[in-house]
């Protein structure tokens, strides 16, 4: 299957109606993918803190329309990164988001690990509570978002759940590119899944983001990766290449259920 990841900029200037337009027009002049994905809080930009309350949307809202609509026309899934989502409890939450081809939802993910280390989203946002994993034709998919990647634990679970593959949209900064680069690799080598993760681009706030995108393989192995810039990554992708390495290495075989029953 070949997968498209959109490494979006989204700079200060830009109003978030005409980001949104513009990235559709981006998504339009992709051809022959598959899979989609753009990344974590694009259309209002991960780092515009103040503006949260009032870019906060629903699952019906600007971001999610045209995504669905632009899925539906192309006949593709589309991972629309994420949206600050407004919840009917008055709560926000950076919420990401799996569409169909029919332009319906079919995942969602709450982020579980809201960022506080030189960013506001923890005191902003509320963490999510469910990490689901649902059946594609592709193979089993989940969804994790940005900082996520660092705890092992929550991937430990994913795979247990049976996930092969994640998606992992992100606004991850170049101050700790080789972070990313590192456990992007490590989380798909160690769960043997492929790693589908697409990273912000650009200057927001005055923080640059890292963007180098990339798909890692369920052996570790780097099928692409971007540049720094805004771009779009196209990338061929064999899903029954994780029945095949966990056929021939089977070390999540002898994991153990639960590793707190261990002495001291």
């Not at 798909?188 to 393989?217: K, M, P």
């Amino acid at each position: 299957m070949k997968i498209a990841l959109v490494q979006v900029a989204s700079p200060d200037t830009e109003s978030r109606g005409d980001r949104i337009d513009r990235v559709e027009k981006i998504l339009r002049n992709i051809s022959g993918a598959e899979l989609i994905v753009l990344p974590e809080l694009w259309s209002a930009g991960y780092f515009h803190f103040d503006d949260y309350a009032t870019l906060a949307e629903t699952l019906s809202g600007p971001t999610v329309s045209m995504c669905s609509r632009v899925a539906k026309e192309l006949g593709v899934h589309l991972h629309l990164g994420s949206i600050i989502e407004a919840g009917a409890d008055g709560q926000l939450s950076n919420t990401s988001i799996l569409l169909g081809p029919d332009g319906s939802v079919v995942h969602t993910y709450r982020k579980i690990h809201v960022f506080g280390y030189k960013s506001k989203e923890a005191s902003l946002l509320t963490a999510g509570a469910a990490l689901p994993v649902v059946p594609l034709p592709f193979g089993a998919t989940a969804g994790i978002t940005c900082y996520d990647l660092r705890f092992p634990g929550l991937w430990m679970e994913l795979s247990t759940r049976g996930a092969e593959i994640v998606i992992v949209p992100a606004a991850w900064p170049a101050a700790r590119r080789e972070h990313w680069r590192l456990l992007t690799t490590a989380r798909a080598l160690e769960h043997q899944i492929f790693v589908v993760a697409c990273n912000a681009a650009g200057i927001q706030e005055g923080v640059e983001l890292g963007g180098h995108s990339r798909v890692v393989d369920p052996a570790g192995n780097v099928l692409a990766e971007a540049g720094a810039g805004e771009s779009v990554l196209m990338v061929d992708i064999d899903p029954q290449q994780v029945g095949i390495v966990r056929n021939e290495f089977p070390v999540l075989n002898d994991r153990l259920a639960s590793y707190e029953t261990l002495t001291v």
